[in-house]
């Protein structure tokens, strides 16, 4: 039997999508490893009224490390707090989604406690075994891990969020364990790229634009309205990232965001392997552009060769037909 | 400034992946072997904090078999001043990766260690951090931005949401993400010099490191196939098929 513990990340107290992925996922591997504890862990300040949000989510237990010391995420003081609160719980996981935070993070817990790290897992079999993507997705790998503990991140995409219930787990308040001497970072600053859009992680229509579009202008002026129409996140290709049409966090792909939408629509986008590691699991997939040879329009479930530059605002306008029928 | 950098051989990222019928590995007869592309991210990052610097050393280290020399003189050709290759036969998980990382670290007295932040090949995203944190040093990952002055180090890291800027003292440990920098070419004066620079071979086995696996990889599948889609002729005709067979609008 195993008993699971979960890093439960909070962006000021509300917990994205992505949270409640990790927490059923500890939930299912708890389960699957002889019925032990799950115990969902929040770090931070003033937590007491999302520590009993969390609680609603079907843990064993809630666990709040809160100190002004934790205000701010640090790997190194983040990772202290953890591993000192797995070691005194005596669980055999510790999970996390493979969120920036979680990828920045967990690592540095597993080497704390020497225990290997299984990155990105996107399923759990009945016996615990962990099915993990490698070469950009093209190929499954099922891993096994030794040892009395193991660290897990796991795909958001992969797994559905944890539902709330009508019990609440208890919810215990306790002091990280810190070793000042080992803490050496200091938090400076976060750009924010403010959006009223959903979260490309949350949202159930991502449409991305990329290297087609030709310019950031472009963006606002031709995919924009697309995005909106449809009530969607915006994601972008790396191509376009890299050439300043859009801010770095609407990268999808192999070393950007995974992203399983129920619609992927890309426009001006080709389709490279790394792009399609990024969203290759979305239910239904859209291409719209103007090279047929595209490799994009291998994975599209319905493809549309045309100059995106009329077809995106005709489809805007299709749209709205659609929407007042 | 002593700054050490990894380098991991891998498949060139436009390979096409074919699994062996017995799972056991990819077939590897027809690949094209490259440098790690983060980790030519790294390199060049190195290379150009040593020249703002206007001197220190910039050394090259794999941990892999004989072949890795050809990914280290391309590296040496770019720049890089020396390159150690520790040799492996085995297959080493991320833990023995940076315990072997953080011996040679210790050894060398490196002030800075820059490594990719993934290779994408294995996609584990775990080494520098791990290495981080058994050098008990501060971590910087998924660097755009790398700024030295004298010890103080501030970077600013690409995070879910924007760009965090955080900061320490060296030495630490900072991984590489894409728009760090766009990595030159080695030129041909270079490859020539490179054939002169130093590159010691170390067995692995004289490190003193455990290197007992604890993640093992049983056996390797595809992933499930897509089933073909189709072509539509029109907007119109996409934002029909849309509403009524994939019901999402």
């Known amino acids: 039997m195993a008993d699971v513990l979960v890093f439960a990340e909070h962006i000021a107290g509300h917990f994205p999508k992505t949270t409640l992925v990790a927490v059923n996922a500890g939930i299912e591997l708890a389960k699957k490893r002889g019925g032990g504890k799950c115990v969902a862990v929040i770090a931070g300040e003033n937590l007491d009224g999302p520590a009993a949000e969390l609680a609603k989510y079907g843990m064993t237990k809630v666990i709040a490390l809160d100190d002004p010391k934790l205000a701010h995420y640090l790997a190194d003081v983040y990772a202290q707090a953890m591993t000192a609160l797995a070691k005194s719980l005596g669980v055999e996981y510790v999970l996390a989604t493979a969120t920036a935070m979680g990828k920045d993070l967990m690592p540095r817990v597993a080497a704390r406690l020497n225990a290997p790290m299984a990155s990105e897992i996107v399923s759990i079999g009945d016996d615990g075994t962990l099915v993990r993507p490698l070469y950009a997705g093209n190929a499954l790998a099922t891993v096994e891990m030794d040892g009395p503990l193991k660290v897990i991140s796991v795909r958001a995409t992969a797994f559905d969020s944890a539902k709330p219930g009508d019990s609440a787990a208890p919810v215990e308040k306790a002091t990280p364990e810190l070793d000042p001497a080992g803490l050496k970072m200091q938090f400076v600053s976060f750009n924010e790229t403010k959006s009223d859009r959903p979260q490309l992680t949350e949202a159930r229509i991502v449409v991305s634009g990329g290297r087609g579009l030709k310019s950031g202008e472009n963006f606002k002026t031709v995919l924009e309205p697309l995005v909106d129409e449809m009530g969607a996140a915006m994601g972008a290709s790396r191509a376009a990232v890299d050439a300043g049409f859009v801010p770095n966090d609407l990268q999808v792909g192999q070393t950007g965001k995974v992203v399983a939408p129920e619609l992927y629509v890309a426009v001006g986008i080709s389709g490279a392997i790394q792009h399609l590691a990024g969203m290759k699991d979305s239910k239904t997939i859209v291409a719209i552009n103007k090279d047929e040879e595209a490799p994009i329009f291998n994975v599209a479930d319905y493809g549309l060769v045309a100059d995106l530059f009329k077809a995106v605002p005709e489809m805007v306008e299709a749209l709205k037909k659609v929407k007042h029928s | ?249």
């Open chain 2, 1 to 249: 400034m002593k700054i050490l950098v990894s380098v991991k051989r891998v498949p060139d990222p436009a390979t096409t992946i074919r699994i062996l019928p017995d799972g056991s590995g990819i077939a590897t007869d027809n690949v094209k072997w490259v440098i790690n592309p983060f980790d030519e991210i790294a390199i060049e990052e190195a290379l150009r904090i040593k020249e703002k610097q206007g001197g220190g050393d910039v050394a090259l280290l794999s941990i892999g078999q004989q072949p890795w020399q050809e990914q280290l003189r391309t590296g040496l050709a770019m720049g890089a001043d020396r390159a150690i290759l520790v040799r492996a036969d085995q297959p080493l998980d991320s833990l023995a990766i940076a315990r072997v990382m953080a011996k040679i670290v210790g050894d060398e007295k490196s002030d800075l260690v820059i490594v990719g932040k993934q290779a994408i090949d294995d996609d584990s995203n775990q080494v520098g951090q791990m290495l981080a944190e058994m050098l008990g040093w501060p971590q910087a990952t998924f660097a755009s931005k790398i700024e030295i002055v004298g010890t103080k180090c501030t970077v600013v890291r690409e995070v879910d949401g924007g760009l965090e800027t955080i900061a320490f003292d060296l030495p630490a440990v900072i991984t590489t993400d894409l728009r760090l920098n766009e990595p030159r070419y080695a030129s041909l004066p270079g490859i020539m010099k490179a054939r002169k620079k130093e590159l010691k071979e170390i067995p692995v086995d004289s490190l003193g490191v455990d290197l007992t696996p604890k993640l093992k990889i049983k056996t390797l599948a595809a992933p499930p196939k897509r089933q073909a889609g189709r072509k539509v002729g029109s907007v119109e005709e996409l934002v029909g098929v849309l509403h009524s067979e994939a019901k999402v609008i």
